[in-house]
């Protein structure tokens, strides 16, 4: 897993990120809007965070792979366990938040579709809140919906 700080966080941004809180979905693609900036992504990517039981997220953004391929779900339940490990030590309450940045400029597809089911089938079997799972391409930052799941 790789540690990813934003290097292109300017100071509006990091005040606009210090005064978030996650009480909706919006927040929550405004949050990914603001740690993903500037859009417009080379490979595919998967990103988790953290959000604190002050509803506020972390500046510990991670970048756990960068493939085309769907992780295996002895993979997912791996992730989880050190998921369950960072949650634990950052204290009761704190929840995972996962974007998959990819290149291109169509909607939520099959492949984002697939990696969210099985991502949020992880967090179902793991007990961590997992909030709505979001994708960003090279245009927009769009939450995966119940409806693209049972697409």
């Known amino acids: 897993m790789d540690e990813h700080l934003s290097e292109h966080t300017d100071d509006h941004t990091a ?3 210090d005064r978030l809180k996650i009480r909706h979905q919006s927040d929550l693609r405004r949050m990914w809007e603001l740690l993903m900036q500037p859009l417009g992504f080379r490979s595919t990517s998967v990103w988790v965070t953290f959000i ?4 506020r997220p972390t500046r510990f953004l991670v970048e ?6 769907l992780p295996e779900p002895h993979e997912v339940a791996n ?10 030590d950052e204290g009761e309450g704190t929840s ?6 990819r290149p291109g400029r169509d909607g939520v597809n099959a492949f984002d579709r697939s990696l969210a089911a099985r991502l949020l089938a992880g967090a ?8 709505p799972i979001h994708v960003a ?14 697409a």
């Open 79 to 88: 992730l989880f366990d050190v998921l369950e490990q960072v949650c634990a």
């Open 52 to 55: 604190g039981a002050d509803a």
């Open 124 to 131: 179902r079997s793991s007990h961590l809140h997992c909030h």
């Open 96 to 101: 995972v938040a996962f974007l998959v940045s």
């Open 137 to 150: 391409n090279d245009v927009a930052v769009r939450a995966v919906t119940p409806d693209d799941l049972a």
């Open 15 to 17: 005040t606009e990120l």
């Open 64 to 69: 756990i792979a960068e493939s085309e391929q």
